[in-house]
Nanobody
Framework: QVQFVESGGGLVQPGGSLRLSCVAS????????MAWYRQAPGKQRELVAI???????TYADSVKGRFTISRDNAKKTVYLQMNSLKPEDTAVYYC????????WGQGIQVTVSS
């Protein structure tokens, strides 16, 4: 069964940084485009960033220039470096395939507050 385990979240002040990690138990991890998603309280889950199997990246307008997605195929891990964090970035962050069709993990809470 596919499993995603997210880590690296927490409480940070506005303007701060966090680096999220997601380890995927995918036997063919390198064949998948991967993505980070987030869900804020009372809102629908939204796509934050995508990294294709070839390494191309795409970002939501709200995080462009502040967040960076990357991957390490040998470790079956996808990362999200988040800089210049804002209160509106507060959400539970999840990783999944680019299509979002695999089983969701527990996610990791990110809270941006002074």
């Amino acid at each position: 069964q596919v499993q995603f385990v997210e880590s690296g979240g927490g409480l940070v002040q506005p303007g701060g940084s966090l680096r999220l990690s997601c380890v995927a138990s995918l036997s063919s991890f390198r064949a998948y485009g991967m993505a980070w998603y987030r869900q804020a309280p009372g809102k629908q889950r939204e796509l934050v960033a995508i990294i294709t199997r070839g390494g191309s990246t795409t970002y939501a307008d709200s995080v462009k220039g502040r967040f960076t997605i990357s991957r390490d195929n040998a470790k079956k891990t996808v990362y999200l470096q988040m800089n210049s964090l804002k209160p509106e970035d507060t959400a539970v962050y999840y990783c999944n395939s680019e299509s979002g069709r695999l089983v969701w993990g527990q996610g990791i809470q990110v809270t941006v507050s002074s």
